[in-house]
């Protein structure tokens, strides 16, 4: 089990940007794939990127492909979602997960981070 705490929420103008972190503890990060989710209001929880324990493979959820940059810093325990050209839409809380040897369910979740966009 891993602990994960997100920050770098806050409000942004549409077609700004933010950098969202998440900070892992208790274990070695380098056992874990990482992910990013994300829940607007009145919507359910969806996923937004995902990162390979190596680093070496991403996957995007189509709403924010070629927006959305993850990436992970194993030695600083560090996941990274950087988020540019945002939109209205992106309004949601982001949820950092990590799940143990990247594949069943992603285990361990963050408390989570606000992002508002205002248009």
């Known amino acids: 089990q891993v602990q994960l705490v997100e920050s770098g929420g806050g409000l942004v103008q549409a077609g700004g940007s933010l950098r969202l972190s998440c900070a892992v503890s208790g274990r070695t990060l380098s056992s874990y794939g990482m992910g990013w989710f994300r829940q607007a209001p009145g919507k359910e929880r969806e996923f937004a990127a995902r990162?390979?324990?190596?680093?070496?493979?991403?996957f995007y959820a189509d709403s924010v492909k070629g927006r959305f940059t993850i990436s992970r810093d194993n030695a600083k325990n560090t996941v990274l979602l950087q988020m540019n050209s945002l939109k209205p839409e992106d309004t949601a809380i982001y949820y950092c997960a990590a799940r143990y040897h990247d594949i069943g369910p992603w285990g361990d979740w963050g408390q989570g981070t606000q992002v508002t966009v205002s248009s």
């Open positions: 990162i390979s324990w190596s680093g070496g493979s991403t």
